[in-house]
């Protein structure tokens, strides 16, 4: 069951320039996002959240933006950096506070 | 204030025996998930557990694949009689009692079993 997807398996963007990473869920069900950056050989850690009473959240670089009524959630990293490519995942969670993920994308920020 | 711990970090195994991944989770967590990872694919959520409690195991397979959270001591995930679909890395993720609108997981570096 794909309830939350990201369609994109792979996004390149320049050094200094604008990432936007896409998310879609299928579950109105799900209250709170996340999203999470993994490196090679490491578990997965966590970047920025927002609840579904929000429709952004900003942290320094990173913004995540919820539309509810698409749902559709995304990730702006601005300035993108090369330290910043990794793998993302958006995650949802459901009522019983379980998540579930997306299949990720592989982000690669060229200096 | 040590991280999310999981062993071993790499297991082989050949088809039929058993494997046994063990995670403790950070200090004053309470709460643990189990993920699995199959190569190229995302992470797909096994089993939540509370100390001696399944709350969610709707990501488990339902024949080889347990899961414990006992009162002491670690979470094991125990494949029986593993076969070369397991073959994957395992997270382990935990968090603290969810109040106050922060449900943010930390995970372990994983597990990557390997079936022969």
């Known amino acids: 069951d794909q309830q939350v997807k990201q369609n994109s398996p792979s996004l390149s963007v320049q050094e200094g320039r604008i990432s936007i990473l896409n998310c879609d869920y299928t579950?109105?069900?799900?209250?709170?996002f996340l999203w999470y950056k993994k490196y090679p050989a490491e578990g997965p850690t966590f970047l920025i959240s927002?609840?579904?009473?929000?429709d952004k959240n900003e942290d320094g670089r990173f913004t995540v933006f919820l539309n509810k009524s698409a749902k559709h959630l995304s990730l702006h990293i601005v300035p993108s950096q090369p330290g910043d490519s990794a793998v993302y995942f958006c995650?949802?969670?459901?009522?019983?506070?379980?998540?579930?993920f997306g299949a990720g994308t592989r982000l690669t920020v060229k200096p | 204030n040590a991280g999310v711990m999981q062993n071993p970090r790499h297991l082989v195994r050949r088809r039929g025996q058993e494997a046994r991944l063990r995670c403790s989770p950070m200090?004053?967590?309470?709460?643990v998930y189990w993920y699995r990872q199959l190569p190229e694919e995302g992470l797909k959520f096994m089993v939540y557990?509370?100390?001696?409690?399944?709350?969610?195991e709707s990501g488990m397979p339902k024949e080889r694949f347990s899961a414990e959270f006992p009162k002491e001591g670690p979470s094991i995930l125990r494949i029986q009689q593993v076969v070369r679909g397991d073959s994957a890395a395992y997270f382990c993720?935990?968090?603290?009692?969810?109040?106050?609108?922060?449900?943010?997981?930390?995970f372990g570096p994983g597990t990557r079993l390997t079936v022969t």
């Open positions: 579950n109105s069900m799900f209250d709170y």
């Open positions: 993720a935990s968090s603290p009692l969810l109040t106050g609108g922060h449900y943010e997981q930390y």
């Open positions: 200090k004053g967590h309470s709460h």
């Open positions: 995650a949802a969670k459901g009522g019983n506070n379980d998540m579930r």
């Open positions: 927002i609840s579904s009473i929000k």
């Open positions: 557990l509370q100390k001696e409690n399944i709350i969610d």
